[in-house]
Structures are given as structure tokens and as C-alpha cells.
């Protein structure tokens, strides 16, 4: 995969993530699925890094993966088996691994990542495009970006966790709507649904997300890691369950260099100043 394919930049302590595939509405190649997966990975690990952002060049955030076997594809998302030579029949089995191992992983590098993440959606998202952006913490949108849950209209059951990220947003009602017909959702509909945290001008899509990022950078970084883990947690918890991982969660939070300092400013009625430590 050529590097320029998923770009890279640490700015302010901010990783930005940029999918650049233009040409094919940024749809996804296993390398550059990969290539995301290790990076999120990076971020959730390096001290450095203290919030993420993922975006898309051109027209498109993420229009799924690549059904066409881009350059570096290597697989086909009906699940057949590729041989070195492009032929392959399918064994049971392989369909399952390659969605776990594909975008399921892809999906839970955002959930899991330790930092908080950022979709500037800056145009189509679709399929594993739509469920790469709803697994982010935050979700701004360009007023010219739309949601499909394309999979209906390929023959195909959602993947990328989906069915498991959509009810818990919208309910299932709305979800079953959205699965069942493949409807595009414009912006400003996303944020109706609770989709979408903000939409905003093409133009300031950017500057917005710099700005949350900046702020987000800015914070108690283990607070925001521990707050996103008791959310997410939360949604699967009864609780008694999401009770005792909260305390457990204040207990570890307590003892950060963040935490007292948080303390300490309201004290000396100062503005905090987070190291993210």
C-alpha cells in the first residue's frame, strides 16, 4: 500500500488520520484497513498523543470497502478465497474469519483506542464507512456528507459491527429502517437521529475539528480514557455492574497527576493546566 494512501500527522498532540483515496471515494483496501488499525493502536499508546481525528480527502469519508480489489486488496468482501494466482474457492469458515479479522478489528481499534476520536465526516459514508464514523466518540459533518447503510442494496448483511453500533444509537426501530431500505441520510437528518454531534458549513469542517481536537487535547486525558471506557461499558452493564466499574474507574483516576491538579486549580481558583498524565 502506498504510505500516501492513509495519511499521517501529529500536530499539537493530536494524530490526524487521513484517508486518501479520492478517486475511490476513499473505499477501503485491506492495507489501508490495516494501516488504520496500527495507527489507532499508536495512538492509544503514545503519551504524546492525547486525541484523534479521522477524515477523508475529496468527496468521500469512507465509502466502505473495496469491492472492486483495489491496488493491495487481496480479498473480496463476498468472502471468497483468494489464491496466489486470483483463484480461490470459498471454505467454511473463511467468510466469518475475514469479517473478524477485517472489520471487526478495524471497528474496535476505535472503540478500544484510549484516546478520544474525532469523525470529521467530509462527505459520503457508507457501509463500513457509515459504522468506522459511528464508532467514533465524536461525530462532526460536513452539511454535504450523507449515511448509507448500503449493504441492502448489495445483497449483504451489515458487517464492521453495525448491527451492534446503529440500535444503540438511534433504537432499533430506526435502525431496522435504516438496514432494511439503504436510504441515504443527509447531515442534517444524521443529527436529527442523534448520528451526528454537529453539522457545519464544508468549508469549516476543518477548523471545527481542530478546535474540538484542541480542546480534547487539552483535557485530563486518562479522565476522557476512563469516561470513554464507563460509556461504552455501559451500553452492555446492568447497574450494579456499571457501578463498581465507576468506582473502580474513580479509584484509578484519583491517583493521576491530572486529577490533583484538577483538584488543586478549583482550590486556588486557577484555570487547570492537564499534562495528561
Partial sequence: MPVSEVLHVVDGQVAYLTLNRPEALNALTPAQRDRLIQLFGEASADPDVRAVVLTGTGRGFCAGADLRGGAGAGE?????????????????????????????????????????VIAAVN?????????????????LAAESARFIEVFVRRGLVPDGGGAYLLPRLVGARRAKELMFFGDALSAPDAERLGLVNRVVPDGELDKTAREWAARLAGGPTRALALTKQLVNASLDSDRGTAFAAEAAAQEINMATADAQEGVASFVERRSPEYRGR
Avoid at 462527505?123 to 461525530?139: R, S
Wanted: proline share 2%; hydrophobic share 50%.
Fill in 123 to 139: 462527505g459520503t459514508a457508507a457501509g463500513l464507512g457509515a459504522h468506522l464514523a459511528l464508532a467514533c466518540d465524536l461525530v
Fill in 76 to 116: 473480496r468482501a463476498a468472502g471468497e478465497r483468494v489464491a496466489g494466482d486470483g483463484a480461490g474457492e470459498r471454505v467454511a469458515g473463511d467468510v466469518a474469519r475475514m469479517i473478524r479479522e477485517g472489520a471487526q478489528r478495524l471497528v474496535a481499534a476505535v472503540l478500544d483506542c484510549e484516546k478520544p
